[in-house]
Nanobody, 113 residues
Framework: QVQLVESGGGLVQPGGSLRLSCAAS?????LGWYRQAPGKERELVAD???????NYAESVKGRFVISRDNAKNTMYLQMNSLKPEDTAVYYC??????????WGKGTLVTVSS
């Protein structure tokens, strides 16, 4: 069983920045961030493999940067130019082939003036 601990959420004004972190209890092939806004389905924000291959949702490209430190089993999401529509609970996801997913408890990001 892999444990995921998220941190870094909070309240920020539009145009501001936040950095989310997710620490895993062991090595993980692919780590990712998903988000769920009120009344909406959970959606992928970005993910990154052990080899550094990344994938971003179109809505965050050019604003968010995902990275990871494999030595620390930790992933980061630098969120810049935040918009009110980025407001959501952000969940850390860990994927191990051939099909095991683990989820963090989520951290709330609120973008509001």
């Amino acid at each position: 069983q892999v444990q995921l601990v998220e941190s870094g959420g909070g309240l920020v004004q539009p145009g501001g920045s936040l950095r989310l972190s997710c620490a895993a209890s062991g090595p993980i092939f692919r780590l990712g961030w998903y988000r769920q806004a009120p009344g909406k389905e959970r959606e992928l924000v970005a993910d990154i493999t052990t080899f550094g291959s990344t994938n971003y949702a179109e809505s965050v490209k050019g604003r968010f940067v995902i990275s990871r430190d494999n030595a620390k089993n930790t992933m980061y999401l630098q969120m810049n130019s935040l918009k009110p529509e980025d407001t959501a609970v952000y969940y850390c996801n860990a994927y191990q082939p051939p099909g095991i997913n683990y989820w963090g408890k989520g951290t709330l990001v609120t973008v509001s003036s």
